[in-house]
């Protein structure tokens, strides 16, 4: 999977020379070898038989790790699991077969039912996304993204995660940025791909599967077999999907019109801009002067049907203003552009495309308002979202008040179908038609469970960028001023009906936000940005669905959003035929049901013998009513067909092929029935990265939060007995407190910490009081107020960072690749520590963090009044734990060598600087805890002059905590070092493949310039995983790593940089 391999992926020449065949005819290729006269002794071959040339070292290690790849996912025994790391690099590998991809994603389309797969779905989301937009294949584009839809429909928290990488990417590819200024980033298809699986998910969303609860009924009541009943259930969801994805201009449309707008029309260009001039100075000063060529908007493309005028695209020209949101203050021109709305966006090209216009700016239309808009000249209307503001002329009055209809169809939520004259353009024909109001209703109009759907994402959504956006205002107050401000601010924030703070996984216990503590906001002023720390009260266990169910506390996301969304308005449906066809099912519909013959008949179409090559059938994964997960590690059928017997393979892939429909490609079928990489590469004498390597390929299983239930260890007084609601016990996934009633439950780590040296601890490192004693004090408090009235729900704490003007998504990325080497450490039993927390990118510029709690930077602890004046971190160390041979200092010193040994593992391989104090924190138990990586893969303020030049950080204050050089302390971080960097190397293909997924045009910093692109950081992360190292040298090269990290000068020098330019103490 490295880097090399794929740059060297081509046949290596044989040199040749030419010699006529005996027949006379073509010359035929023969090997020249002049040194080797038994050669020349062989017979000339005929011209049919040509010489195949032979493969290169590079070529043969990657068709071996393909092989291996194939292996692992297909013929290993994975005791139920799908790995989803080989799985995503298989997809990666074969990406220009189509079906390959295909047959992947039908695969664990199949398996996504179990929780373990999803996570890994999940885990790997930033991948699979970052493929779906940036591959440009040439195959069918709407596989991937028909599989992402298929997740979506099972959770709507996935749904919200793509939604976020998607709105980051739109940012990054539109025609121009938030300031106004033309986007040199810009790339069309990129653009159009990312705002068409928008506004999918979104649909997806709305409608989810149509007829999974009332095909669920008519199993249980017999009407049709399981046979019957898993086959239209597949249907239906591949209709979903298939449907949804066919909406609008479709892919291959979209390519022939960017073709289109790039015709050469020089004359014509040249009149138009000369022409654009004159009329702009004209329009500047001349209130009443109008388009050169202005129109009423036309329809480019429409259907009509018994439900009203399908439209797909509106073009017409107008006179506008632009103006960004954040520029107010800049004087604008009036300029004669050419308009048009298409799949709710709203398009700007100097002129009309079909004559060679190009777009000059695009605007998202959902949620933006339109209004007339009173001012000097007439006809005026308004069109603003949340990062930009058109100011725009029409022609007349009658053109304006349709502009204004057409704008507000799309944005509305009756826009999530293709678009349909809304009630006030079908009025207006009414009038011209006679036709009665009374007896035509508009047929965009949603179901109350659509609506609620759809209400849910958008408030989400919502909140989450109102969240961020009180950090983004505060960054522009006064920093004297922002403390002030900030509790008033967040206390305006509307938090809806059915919100969460969406830090997690949809396999993650779900919270419903309920109220906020704004009294409790946190400011950190910064010279650049303004993070805020939010603390809500949130609510477990609350009724859902049948209030004759038990509650469950402990109900994850995707099963609680699932139960709350799950009822398909029934009452107003008709099972009605499966097609392929996208206009034969109208979602949402709710028509005539007078035929009374056709109630409940069910209609199959006949699939054509080739569908399954290129058409994505994926099955609903839910085989319960009441739940959206099936039992892990359970296959639904016990035993496997006589006629399945014959096929190599494991347990899953076995049941696949015999419940599915889908064809094996060639190219996986090879290489199931093919001896496996590793004995093809010996017995050829060639040793790739995969025999190296002790193992090379091992499953990696993502660690998860360990789950607490009812912890208080043995030196502690138990808060509360034990908690449960409706015989569910209680539990949690980290540190804080739980109001139940009068009772208050705390949930704590110590780490063999004693609760004495915790306290001695927090007074340093949290101001006193710990994160469970501040949330039970704050819940209390809530409840004193009033707030908290319901004494049947438990209520707990959820805080986080928001943060604005700050690209998270190299963070996002950096943060998975540690998630991923924690779980190579614990796979191979190292016992390192690391602390992987959630972040969430929600944009370009905001995003979401997991707060640290019990923890402070070095920085604040070296600058606290308690700090010892004298003996640094060591005599902090014995204050706080006591002695150095007493049992609290011990444990304290044991989480800080681990802790200390799986940073400096992971800030090696990741080339993490950036290293100062204020970077790095430290908590109540003694771990370290990295932060803040907007530099990795060898990224350095300064570049080419950057003071950090050691392996990783360890100073001599981390040295004499372990004890020195000398101690055994140390000697167990050099153990946990060498072993954590060889348990790397046994994993690196996994590694190196996320890491070249993610670089392929990428815009993070780490991957692109003339420093870091062109796969530079790749082949430095390569170099620092030693894989052209003999095993033998390894250790020794790990402890030269070391050597050279001790109290490194260059490490010295930046924190005495970074305290004179920051004030971050060292």
Known sequence: MAASVERNNNMTAVQTTQIKSPSGGAPATKPTNSNNPAKKQQPQQPSYAKQQPSASPATRKHEEFKNQLVHDVFGRDNKGRVPMEKVTMLIWQFRDDPAVVQFMAQFVARFSG??????????????????????????????????????????????????????????????????????????????????????????????????????????????????????????????????????????????????????????????????????????????????????????????????????????????????????????????????????????????????????????????????????????????????F????????????????????????????????????????????????????????????????????????????????????????????DRKKVAPGLVSDIKLPPCGYVPLCKSTDIWRRVDSVMASETRVFNTNERCPMIYYFIANRGEPVGSTLEPRNPNLDVAEYLHTLFKVPDLENRRLTSIGEDADELQLGDSGDDSD?????????????????????????????????????????????????????????????????????????????????????????????????????????????????????????????????LDGQSIISAGTGSIVFGDTVKKFEHHDGVSKESLDRAKAVVCGGESWAEQSARMLQSAKNEGEEKDDSTLHEMVTMMAKSNDDLRQEVFVMQMIHYFESVFAKANIPVWLKTYRILSTSKSTGMLEFLTDATSIDSLYKSDKFPKVGGLRAYFEEVYGSPTSKCFLAAQRNFIRSLAGYSLVAYLLGLKDRHNGNIMIDTRGHIIHIDFGFAFGMAPGHEWSMERAPFKLTKDYIDVMGGPFSEGFKEFQKLFVDGLKAARSNSLNALGLVEIMMYKSNYPCFSGTRYGGGVSLKRFEKRLMLDVPDNKVEMKARKLIKTSMDHAGTKLYDVFQFHSNGYAY
């Open 596 to 724: 009374d013959k056709d109630k409940g008949e069910v209609k199959v179409e006949e699939q054509d013998e080739d569908y399954d090559e290129f058409e994505l059938t994926m099955e609903d994964p839910t085989e319960r009513q009441n739940s959206v997960w099936s039992e892990d590690s359970k296959s639904s059928k016990s035993f496997l067909s006589s006629s399945m017997k014959g096929i190599k393979g494991n347990q899953q892939f076995r049941e696949f092929m015999q419940e599915s429909f889908a064809k094996m490609p060639s190219k996986i079928a090879t290489r199931m029935t093919r001896p496996d990489g590793r004995a093809q590469s010996k017995r050829g004498g060639r040793m790739s990265y995969l025999d190296r390597n002790s193992a090379p390929l091992l499953n990696v299983p993502i660690i998860d939060t360990p789950i607490i239930e009812n912890a208080n260890d043995d030196d502690y007084d138990s808060a509360a007995d034990s908690l449960s």
């Open 114 to 387: 179990s929780r373990s797969t999803y996570d890994g779905i999940e885990f790997y989301l930033p991948q699979i996304a970052h493929m779906i937009i940036h591959l440009e294949a040439d195959w069918d584009e709407a596989i991937l993204e028909r599989f992402a839809l298929v997740i979506a429909q099972q959770s709507q928290h996935f749904a919200l995660q793509l939604t976020w990488i998607l709105e980051g990417a739109i940012e990054d590819y539109q025609p121009e940025t938030v300031e106004g200024k033309p986007n040199p980033g810009y790339n069309q298809l990129f653009y159009h791909r990312c705002i068409t699986l928008l506004s999918n998910i979104e649909r997806c969303v709305v409608y989810g599967s149509p007829r999974s609860m009332e095909l669920q009924r008519m199993y249980e009541k017999g009407d049709i077999s399981r046979d019957e009943y898993e086959q239209m259930k597949l249907e239906d969801r591949l209709n979903n999907a298939k449907q949804i994805t066919t909406h609008g201009a479709n892919f291959r449309n979209l390519m022939q019109r960017m073709k289109d707008t790039k015709i050469s029309m020089p004359d014509l260009k040249l009149e138009r801009k000369k022409g654009k001039e004159k009329e702009s100075a004209t329009a500047a000063t001349s209130p009443t002067s109008a388009p050169s060529d202005p129109g009423s908007p036309t329809i480019m493309s429409a259907t009509s049907n018994d439900k009203g005028k399908q439209i797909s695209k509106y073009g017409g020209t107008l006179l506008y203003k632009r103006r960004a949101r954040t520029a107010f203050y800049k004087p604008k021109r009036w300029k004669s552009r050419y308009f048009e709305i298409e799949e709710r966006m709203l398009y700007c090209y100097n002129f009309q495309p079909s004559y060679g216009g190009q777009l000059r700016r695009a605007m998202p239309l959902e949620g933006a308002t339109v209004e007339q808009f009173e001012g000097k000249y007439p006809f005026m209307f308004v069109v603003r979202n949340h990062h």
């Open 389 to 480: 503001e058109y100011i725009i002329r029409a022609k007349s009055e009658k053109d304006m008040s349709l502009w204004i209809r057409l704008l507000r169809g799309e944005s509305e939520a009756n826009a999530l179908i293709p678009h349909i004259l809304s009630t006030d353009e079908m009025f207006q024909e009414k009038k011209e038609t006679g036709e009665d109001e009374t007896k035509r209703s508009s047929p965009n109009t949603l179901t109350p469970s659509q609506a609620a759907r759809y209400e849910f994402f958008r408030n989400e959504r919502d909140f989450v960028a109102a969240v961020c956006d009180v950090a983004e205002v505060l960054r522009f107050r006064e920093p004297s």
